[in-house]
């Protein structure tokens, strides 16, 4: 097979560059991480051989995320990295026609491959998650790594990335091996600098999508190398655990799917694509990011206005609303007459969304509060319902005119983005059980 041509889909103002190889179905993403860009990865004859195989049972498709390669950089600001990069395997797959894939998400790829399984159950297949972990540091309830740990690897990070130091920290199997060396250290160089490499083992240090592993019904297929010095095996059994319908599988060898042993493992991911009977799952209960706003003060400014002058203002009200949850990918559940229902792929949108929203509104003399939870919820036609509603209706409650609260479930899924967050201590929500963790986004 020759090696395929790099090509560019679009996410807005940004190009996405990405390939497309082999014959399925099934169709396959390949998610690498932070590393390496496709167009390196087949100057390294096992790494090339690793996708041929791959590409002998499937269609290949894998990407640079925006940042990284042959990629742009992000255009705008205040969305986090995942919710960034699930927007270019969405555009990638489009770019492709592929209306339903595998995902295939290695260490710092996982949370992308969980966060469209969550949101987009549709879409995605399943799923085989090498080395992935939802969480990096360790707490009470989780096995994780201590914060002395986390701050070493970002300070060794910063200082061997793209030297042949790395290649041995990373990959010791391959550690005499001069001519790995020099490629994985012009790989890295080609992927990220430096400070991006350092910024992201921070982010990526941050992470915890724990929450949204309840909401993935897709199989899923935990690879784990049993002599993996990065993500410790118990983080893997806990990735399986908690995961509706997953099933791990240990295997010698290195860090890196390309490296050896590789046959019985891609033995096993063929049997897991193409001999298992296709397993659909629900699309009626997926992940979801809601937004509840309120018009301050609506029932007297209605009376002091007059009816006719009401109605005219509601309508710019709704218009205005309409534009801006367009323009921030939303879905508009309902106008409630005083505010808006919408839906988010993600919190970062919904808070951008939220944002906007309350300046726009204000060249109306409007004064609006909003409330943000990402849950999961009950598709019902065009309507949504479910506990994650709710939450999203109470949360808004607490807010004060022109101030946007979130729950304690948004701040996790936003590592990485330029929003700040500022505790408001927990509450009991009216008629949701136990106490909640709120915020309000910094001004």
């Not at 972990?133 to 200082?159: F, H, K, N, Q």
């Amino acid at each position: 097979m020759e090696v395929p041509e790099t090509r560019f889909a679009r996410v807005g103002e940004d190009r996405v560059a990405y390939q497309v190889f082999g014959e399925g179905p099934p169709d396959v993403v390949y998610m690498s991480g932070t590393s390496e860009t496709i167009d390196l990865r087949w100057e390294w004859p096992p790494y090339a051989h690793f996708l041929r195989r791959l590409a002998s049972f499937s269609r290949v498709v894998t990407f640079d995320q925006r940042g990284q390669g042959g990629s742009d950089r992000v255009s705008r600001a205040g969305v986090s990295v995942w919710e960034d990069w699930a927007e270019d395997a969405r555009a990638v797959l489009d770019a492709v026609g592929s209306e339903r894939a595998a995902l295939f998400a290695t260490i710092e790829t996982t949370p992308i491959a969980l966060l469209l399984a969550a949101t987009e159950p549709e879409r995605v297949q399943s799923l085989i998650l090498w080395e992935g972990t939802a969480r990096v540091a360790g707490a009470e309830d989780y096995p994780g790594l201590s914060l002395d740990a986390i701050l070493e690897v970002g300070r060794v990070t910063a200082e061997v990335w793209g030297t042949e130091a790395a290649a041995s920290l990373l990959t010791p199997a391959f550690a005499d091996d001069a001519a790995y060396r020099r490629w994985f250290a012009k790989a890295q160089r080609a992927a990220l600098g430096p400070r991006d490499a350092a910024a992201f083992a921070s982010v990526f240090a941050a992470m915890d999508v724990r929450q949204v592993l309840v909401s993935v019904r897709t199989p899923a297929l935990v690879i784990h190398r049993k002599g993996d010095q990065w993500v410790p095996i118990e983080q893997a059994r806990y990735l399986a655990e908690h995961l509706p319908d997953a099933r791990l599988l240990l295997s010698d060898g290195d860090t890196y799917p390309w490296s050896e042993p590789t046959e019985e493992v891609l033995a096993e991911i063929e049997g897991f694509l193409t001999g298992a009977r296709e397993r659909v799952a629900s699309t009626d209960r997926v992940l979801a990011t809601v937004l509840f706003t309120d018009i301050v003060g609506s029932t007297e400014r209605a009376a002091a206005e007059g009816d006719r002058h009401w109605r005219t203002l509601m309508e710019s009200h709704d218009t205005i609303s309409r534009g801006v949850i367009n323009q921030h990918g939303g879905r508009i559940i309902r106008l409630t007459g005083d505010g808006v229902l919408a839906t988010f792929d993600g919190p970062g949108r919904a808070v951008q969304c939220a944002r906007s929203l309350r300046e726009a509104l204000r060249t109306l003399a409007i004064d609006i509060r909003a409330g943000i939870h990402t849950g999961e919820i009950e598709v019902r036609g065009d309507d949504i319902a479910g506990i994650a509603v709710h939450v999203a209706s109470r949360v808004m409650d607490h807010a004060d005119p022109g101030e946007i609260w979130v729950s304690g479930a948004v701040p996790l899924l936003m590592v990485g983005s330029n929003v700040e967050f500022e505790p408001r201590g927990e509450w009991a929500l009216k008629g949701v059980p136990g106490e909640w963790q709120l915020l309000t986004v910094r001004t």
